[in-house]
């Protein structure tokens, strides 16, 4: 028995019935040799397979049946209860008048002459369209009523830029393109609110989207597809056409316009790789710029692949574009399957590509990146020595002594090295802050340490302007000599940069390859400054640090501790925190006398001992003595 379409026209009493399309139109819109109809796209999608027969019935004039309901989920058209009287009214009425035999339709289009609703599918299969719908939306709605469904990735559907099934998100990123279709007297208009909605025509339908339907059997046999083996040994190397080149010239076959993996797992996964190009139905391919539309990517011309999942619908994956010579491979690490993609050579106006297809080895462990620091100082002119009234030892009288500061301007060279990456993008951190390609400085805030009168520290924060110079895997970065009077002291900047690279895959146009970013970290230290004291200084501070030796040694060796080297003064307070935890008694004997060996109270001492109070070689106390 036959089966075909049914077409229901509707309108409303108060609708013109100039609104409705008259069988001449409808006949134009299944015409499969006129472009841009529904029959020629139908025809190139399904490589002219689909039945085009239908029977047009007389309009139906009859009020609206809808009622008010609140917002259901989108679920097959069916089951929405919104959406029952668009389909149940119509069929209803048409059977009152004509008593049809439903059985000889295996699908239904109900189209109304004013703006209503539009969806596609259920069962049995109905599409429901108004006048003013876009002519993409209607493809999209029809291919419902043949079964197909959207691509969903899990989470989303309307994920695929590259296929019909996505429509609604084909055309929210990147405006389609305009065609003269509604200028066409033979098809039929579709305006509304004196907007022609004809002008969005594409795309096509994925290949992909066939297999497991009544067409598959067709265009497999005829060698449209090719199934990759389940075990490769080596590379396999296949010359993959354009899908819209393939389907203008079926039934001639030139080669395969789709690569599929063998099933995988429990469910039958695939994963399968098709070459979309611009031009006709798919003329929305465009290319915006990814520094501002990185969502709207779509190159004129690239390899996408998709995913059919275990629910047996398909996802989109990614595409590889061929307008970036510069990384025309991308690797898959997902579900059961890893192998990379690569194009060998690429057919002219992009309708072929030679690709090899190989499978991976595990994911190396070595994978991520290495720098290399180069120093790159600049030493500068000494500053004026100045007389500075100060302690060489926290016991003992002030005194005058000469300092000098010896500057220099400290810098790095940061050069960034990568493993792993088809095209590595790099990008340089600060306290966790990315750096500006475009600027030329960061401020860096440090902690500073002021001595106070008594000997003791007070802490506060420095900001430090560090400028550098950014490439994309080589950071130049500089601090030039600093000094600030806060307060009338002077803190001169000694300081360790924390530096984070992050290193991931570059173009958000290509498929990315699964690879996670990874991270070096690493510190760069900055002494811009370092002082000089005159002898008189060094040797007053060499006779304190003898003394306080020889009180500690006498004290620490009883407990087994290590012995106190000569230098520095910093394994002198090492070794006194671990004789106070060790034996609290002895730490206070040993404070004592050095309380008496230097006629210096014991707060005094401890204070110079303790963790919290500790004097640094980069800060001084600058009080000049009156009149000097």
């Known amino acids: 028995m036959r089966r075909m379409w049914a077409f229901i026209p509707i309108r409303w009493p108060s609708t013109p ?17 006129i472009v841009f109809s529904l029959g020629h796209y139908l025809r190139r999608v399904t490589y002219g397979q689909a039945d085009l027969s239908y029977r047009l019935f007389e309009p139906l004039v009859m009020d609206d ?17 919104d959406r029952k009287p668009l389909l149940n009214a119509p069929r209803a009425e048409i059977t009152r008048l004509h008593d049809p035999d ?72 990147v405006p389609g393109p305009t065609f003269p279709r509604a200028a066409n007297p033979m098809l039929p208009p579709s305006v509304a609110d004196g907007t022609d909605q004809n002008t969005t025509v594409g795309p096509l339908l ?12 067709a265009i497999e046999t005829a060698g449209l597809v090719h199934t990759l083996p389940a075990s490769m040994s080596g590379p396999v190397r296949v010359r993959l056409h354009a899908a819209d080149v393939a389907a203008r010239v079926w039934p001639e076959v030139r080669g395969p316009v789709l690569i599929q993996t063998v099933p995988l797992g429990t469910f039958g996964e695939r994963f399968t790789i098709e070459l979309r190009r611009s031009g006709g139905y798919d003329s929305g391919f465009l290319r915006a710029d990814p520094a501002t539309a990185a969502s709207a990517f779509k190159p004129p011309a690239g390899i996408v692949v998709h995913h059919r999942r275990p629910d047996r619908r398909l996802g989109y994956v990614g595409v590889l574009p061929l307008s970036n010579l510069g990384d025309l491979d991308a690797t898959f690490r997902e579900y059961a399957l890893d192998f990379v993609v690569r194009v060998r050579e690429i057919g002219e106006q992009d309708e072929w590509v030679d690709i ?26 000494d500053g004026a020595t100045v007389t500075v009234w100060t302690k060489p030892c926290f016991a003992g009288p002030r005194g005058p002594y000469q300092l000098t500061p010896k500057y220099q301007r400290r810098g790095f060279r940061i050069r960034a090295t990568s493993r792993g990456y088809e095209k590595p993008r790099y990008e340089w951190r600060v306290n966790g802050a990315a750096l500006n390609p475009a600027a030329t400085s960061v401020t860096h805030t ?43 002291r002077e803190a001169i900047g000694n300081f360790a940069l924390p530096l984070e690279l992050v290193i991931g895959e570059s173009d958000p146009g290509v498929i ?14 900055f002494t811009t400054v370092e002082l000089e004291w005159d002898g008189k200084y060094r040797r007053a501070q060499e ?86």
Request: net charge negative; charged share 25%.
């Open 102 to 173: 439903w059985s000889t339709f295996d699908r239904v289009l109900f189209w109304f002459a004013q703006p209503t609703d539009e969806f596609g599918g259920g069962y049995p299969p109905a599409t429901v369209m108004s006048r003013g719908g876009r002519f993409d939306a209607l493809c999209h709605e029809v291919l419902h009523s043949y079964g197909f469904d959207h691509t969903f990735d899990g989470v989303n559907e309307y994920v695929s830029p590259y296929d019909i099934m996505s429509a609604k998100a084909y055309t929210l990123p």
């Open 446 to 488: 440090i902690q500073t340490k002021t001595p106070d009168d008594e000997g003791g520290w007070t802490q506060s924060a420095t900001s430090v302007e560090l400028g550098y110079a950014l490439q994309a895997d080589e950071l130049r970065i500089w601090c030039e000599p600093t000094r600030q009077r806060p307060g009338g």
């Open 512 to 525: 990315k390859n699964h690879y996670p970013s990874s991270s070096i970290f690493t510190s760069l230290h």
């Open 543 to 628: 006779r304190c640090r003898k003394m306080l030796l020889d009180v500690l040694r006498k004290r620490i060796p009883k407990h087994g501790l290590p012995p106190i080297p000569d230098p520095p003064w910093e394994r002198v307070r090492d070794r006194f925190r671990q004789l106070l935890a060790v034996d609290p008694d002895e730490a206070r004997a040993v404070v004592a006398d050095l309380a008496r060996a230097l006629d210096e109270p014991p707060a005094v001492v401890l204070a110079e001992l303790g963790a919290s109070r500790i004097r640094s070689p980069w800060h001084v106390v600058d009080h000049p003595k009156p009149g000097v």
């Open 65 to 81: 049946p809808r009622v008010t309901m609140p917002n259901v989920p989108d679920v097959y058209a069916g089951e929405r209860a």
């Open 17 to 33: 019935a100039s609104d409705v399309w008259t069988p001449a139109q409808f006949a134009a819109l299944m015409d499969p040799g």
């Open 206 to 217: 994925s290949p992909a989207q066939l297999a497991g339907t009544t067409y598959w059997k």
């Open 356 to 381: 090899e297809i190989q499978e991976l080895a595990p994911l190396p462990s070595g994978h991520g990146g290495d720098l290399e620091i180069l120093p790159e100082d600049q030493p500068k002119p």
